[in-house]
Structures are given as C-alpha cells and as structure tokens.
C-alpha cells in the first residue's frame, strides 16, 4: 500500500466575503489572532506526515509564498534585539517540515478545476485535499483520520459532519447507504449544494478528502456543475462508481472561516486558548455580556 504523502491546498478563491481586506491580500493570509489561516492547515498537514504540500494559487496570491519563506533582515533584527520568542515565530514559518510547492490557478473555474492542476504533481499516488475554510480541531488531526482509515480500506474517503437541516445548500452533501462502521459510512450519492428539500441527508463534506488518483481522468472530462463551474463532488460521485468512496463522520471541533462570522467565532475561541490574551479576553467578554444583558432589558 502507498503512504499518503502529498496535500492539495486549493487558495486561489477570490475571497469576495472579506473585501476590501482581500482586494490585494490571500484570504488565506487572514489571520486569526496572530496566525494566518493557511499555516493552521499546513500545521494539520504536517502532523497527519504529509510531506508535500501543493498550495493552488491565485491572484494577488504572493503574500502566501513570502509567509512560508524565511526573512533574513527580520530574523537578524530579531536576534540582535534577543526577541528570541519572536525570532522562533518567524522561523517556525519557514522551517515548517514539509516542502511546499506551489502553482497558479489562471481562470477561477471551481474546486475541481484547482484540483486537476495537482495531476502531476500526485502522480500515481493517493492524496489528500485541504480546504482553507476549514479549521478542526480533535486529539488527532482530521487529515490523519482520514489516512488511518484509508490504511484500513485502501479506498478514497472524505470527511462529513452534521450540519443544520437548513445549512445544507451550503455544503456538497451525502446520501449515505450504510454505516459499515460507527461513524463510516457507504455513500449512495454525493450531492454538490442541493436545494434543502431535495438534501439526501443533514451530513455534509467539510473540506478534507483522501483521494485515490483516478479522480484526475474523471476531473479531465468533468462537465460544469453547480454555479457553472468544474465541482469535485462531481467528480467523486462518478469515481464511487468505480470506486468505493468512504465518508467518514468528524467527531471534533470544525471552525468556518470562510464567513465573516465564522471568523469573527473563530478568533474568540482561539483567543480564548491563546495565551497571551486570554485571560483579558476572557473578561471583557464577560463585560461585554453584561452589557449587553443590561441594555436587552
Ligand atoms: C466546497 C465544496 C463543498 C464543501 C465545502 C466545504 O464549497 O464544493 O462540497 O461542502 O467546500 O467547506 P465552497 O465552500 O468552496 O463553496
């Protein structure tokens, strides 16, 4: 059986949600508290033993590459000052432990487009893919999951988790047809947003998927789909048919960045954890309830 080595980060989205912040920045360089989003899901990659990593690029993209790099007068201001916290920081970024390799995508033709710029980069191996949108957190990272049932089914398997009924739309979602495991499920149909009456169920595709590399033929003539552009879960529903692919429920935490206010949720919780602000914030949201249970009356 071949290791899962490689990761697909698709980052070429326009990030509209986020304008202006995203007129000339990544989406993906938004940080929360102090750490860019996309060094999160790099940091996912890495502890699942991943040790390529493809980030697919799009415009105004740069920031992305000069983050991952190393800054030789920072790093030498930094050391003279003896900010040897700070100094580690900013190392960190660059001495990562993964390669990362990077490739724009021209025309913003949708996920499943992104994904067939990897096909040589994966070469005949499976692989994984990373939403940037996605946070998880757990004991064990998501991507690992993902790979420790792969060990298992030598089978392509992506991660699902229970959404609001009314959500659905928002999401690819599945209809799952049997649950061979706790928490593994076969997969009838994959559905890319499908309106909330015809939803097969509340279970939706959260942004990481293990793949086997079939997926790229079936990419190559993959007609448009929802939104009139090249969809993923297209593509993966045509593999399951060739192929079982598994979808595996998430029990952990799921943080939705790619919404303003998921992010605003997201910073509070992981300042929450962050310590050197958490203490502070921790009171002044306790203030701000106050307050604002004050001003309901
Ligand atoms: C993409 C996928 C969708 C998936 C979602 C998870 O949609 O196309 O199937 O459920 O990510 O975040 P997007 O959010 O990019 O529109």
Known sequence: MQKVRKAIIPAAGLGTRFLPATKALAKEMLPIVDKPTIQFIVEEARASGIEDILIIEGKSKRSIEDHFDSAPELEQNLASKKKTAMLKLVQDTTDIGVNLFYVRQPHPNGLGDAI?????????????????????????????????????????????????????????????????????????????????????????????????????????????????????????????????????????????????????????????????????????ILEVAQRLTKEGK
């Open 116 to 284: 067939s710029l990897a096909k040589s980069f994966v070469g005949n191996e499976p692989f994984v893919v990373m939403l940037g949108d996605d946070l998880m957190t757990d004991k064990v990272p998501l991507t690992k999951q993902l790979i420790n049932e792969y060990e298992k089914t030598h089978a392509s398997i992506l991660a699902v988790k229970r959404v609001p009924h009314d959500e659905v739309s928002a999401y690819g979602v599945i209809d799952p047809e049997s649950e061979t495991e706790p928490g593994l499920f076969n997969v009838k149909k994959f559905v890319e947003k499908p309106a909330i009456e015809e939803a097969p169920s509340d279970l939706a595709i959260i942004g990481r998927y293990l793949l086997t590399p079939e997926i790229f033929e079936i990419l190559d003539h993959q007609a448009p789909g929802k939104g009139n552009e090249i969809q993923l879960t297209d593509a993966i529903d045509t593999l399951n048919q060739t192929q079982r692919v598994f979808a595996h429920e998430f029990k952990g935490k799921r943080y939705d960045v790619g919404n303003k206010f998921g992010f605003v949720q997201t910073t509070i919780e992981y300042g929450l954890k962050h310590p050197e602000v958490k203490d502070e914030l921790r009171q002044y």
